[in-house]
């Protein structure tokens, strides 16, 4: 199992605690960075150790590799000088440090997957834990707009605008009762001067009729 797929098991653990818990998100989100964290910590402590360890490996196999052509020079120089019992011993030599050494560099090998299998746990967790930083501030946004906003309601409770409404129409009752009078005292003022004009057109007549009626006395 890698780091990576252990990493996963304890998050999913301790998320389904927080759950039963009914903590809060944003808890169990710090919670999870938290993890992260920590694990990437572990994942470059034990990349480190493998690499001291692949370098030793290659040292090792490195010093081999020289031993082995040693006994290879040697073993051709006996068959020079007609020793094939020397270069038969030297080969036997040459033989026994080759196994070791293809055990080394087998050994490198397993280092080398090891190493390639941190490196990718490494990166994904690193992609997983900028994702994760990424929703933790966004989550804090939210909180903080909805804590506002739940803040604006509580001041502005609804009786409060209820009251501020019926004010207003209080207002807006006594403007139109205003204008009512406005209106009512324009149409006062033109009924008083159309009177005033029938009276006149009235008195004319009257001053005319009563002439015209003079001069038919006097004339009779």
Do not use: C
Request: aromatic share 4%; no cysteine.
């Amino acid at each position: 199992m890698g780091v990576f797929s252990r990493f996963t098991d304890i998050v999913n653990a301790n998320i389904n605690s927080a759950l039963d818990r009914a903590e809060d998100p944003q808890k169990i989100v710090r919670l999870i960075i938290g993890e992260m964290e920590e694990t990437l910590v572990e994942i470059r402590a034990n990349t480190a150790g493998y690499l001291a360890d692949k370098k030793d490996l290659e040292r090792k196999a490195n010093a081999l590799t020289k031993q082995s052509a040693d006994w290879g020079s040697k073993a051709e120089l006996a068959l020079t000088k007609d020793r094939e019992d020397l270069a038969r011993a030297a080969l036997v030599e040459k033989q026994s440090i080759d196994e070791d050494l293809a055990q080394l560099n087998a050994d490198i090998d397993k280092l080398n997957e090891i190493l390639s299998a941190l490196q990718e746990d490494s990166a994904r967790l690193q992609e997983k834990m900028a994702d994760a930083k990424a929703k933790q501030s966004a989550m804090n946004m939210r909180q903080t707009s909805a804590v506002t906003r739940l803040k604006v309601k509580q001041q502005t409770h609804s009786s409060d605008i209820d009251k501020a409404i019926e004010r207003f129409s209080s207002y807006e009752r006594k403007i139109d009762d205003l204008e009512a009078q406005v209106e009512a005292y324009d149409v006062t003022n033109v009924t008083l001067l159309s009177h005033e004009f029938r009276k006149m057109e009235n008195d004319s007549k009257v001053e005319d009729a009563l002439n015209a009626l003079k001069k038919k006395v006097a004339n009779g």
